[in-house]
């Protein structure tokens, strides 16, 4: 389905109970990350206007680019494909991914041209659906009724498979919305559950994934993942004396 038509029915999903309780955890996320990135220049990059991500960043310039015009849309909106983005190469010091890559005909494309925008050094937000979840079940099990539940749902491997092969390093992921994908929540208050089995499982498996990385270049020190990290003692190190030979 064209970008421009799938839009408006996107943006419906996102007034339904379970979109709002979905991008209002997204929001959390990034609040809880943009304000350690730093620059000039941000993008987000996805289907609805409203659904802005960046209101915690410290960057001044901060740019939506959307599929088609929509009503509410702020002077600092641009309309074009997700898959071709009208920025020079290496500008952007942060772009956010909001759900580009779950409905796009080449998400592999899309998530290049982000990389292309990055300057060295900038960072990329991505929020995608996860298939290991139960939202990624009930996707398997009935007949799609809406875009959500026939869109990609990238698996985390597959998707750190080609931040590599664009030399991005991933720092940072985070899952959220462990419950089952139902609005009603005297059925949600029935079934938690299952709630609590998704958050003890030792992978992601909330119904969002962020994923945040850095856009690598020659001579930097890449900063390990979190969970690659390990806690080292700072100890001085005496300076060499000077010897007859020096």
Request: charged share 20%.
């Amino acid at each position: 389905m064209p970008q421009h038509e799938l839009a408006p029915l996107l943006s419906e999903w996102f007034d339904s109970p379970l979109g709002m309780e979905l991008v209002q955890h997204e929001r959390e996320l990034a609040e809880d990350v943009l304000p350690t990135l730093f620059g000039y220049h941000l993008l987000q990059v996805g289907y609805d206007c409203r659904q802005t991500l960046f209101d915690a960043s410290p960057v001044s310039r901060k740019v939506m680019l959307i599929p088609s015009m929509q009503l509410g849309a702020g002077p600092f909106t641009v309309l074009a494909e997700h898959d071709e983005l009208p920025v020079l190469s290496n500008e952007i010091d942060v772009v956010i991914l909001h759900h580009a890559l779950d409905f796009a005909a080449s998400p592999h494309q899309v998530l290049r041209e982000a990389s292309r925008v990055l300057r060295p050094g900038g960072h990329l937000l991505s929020f995608s659906f996860n298939p290991a979840s139960y939202w990624g079940l009930r996707r398997l099990m009935r007949k799609p009724s809406s875009p959500v539940w026939s869109s990609h749902f990238i698996r985390l491997g597959r998707l750190h498979d080609w931040l590599s092969l664009l030399e991005m390093t991933e720092l940072k992921t985070r899952s959220v919305c462990h419950h089952l994908p139902m609005g009603n929540p005297k059925w949600r208050r029935r079934l938690r559950c299952f709630e609590t089995l998704s958050r003890r499982v030792p992978i992601h498996s909330g119904a969002a994934m962020m994923v945040l990385a850095r856009k690598d270049v020659a001579g930097m020190t890449p900063i390990r993942p979190e969970w690659k990290r390990r806690r080292l003692l700072s100890m001085p190190v005496p300076e060499p004396k000077p010897t007859a030979r020096g």
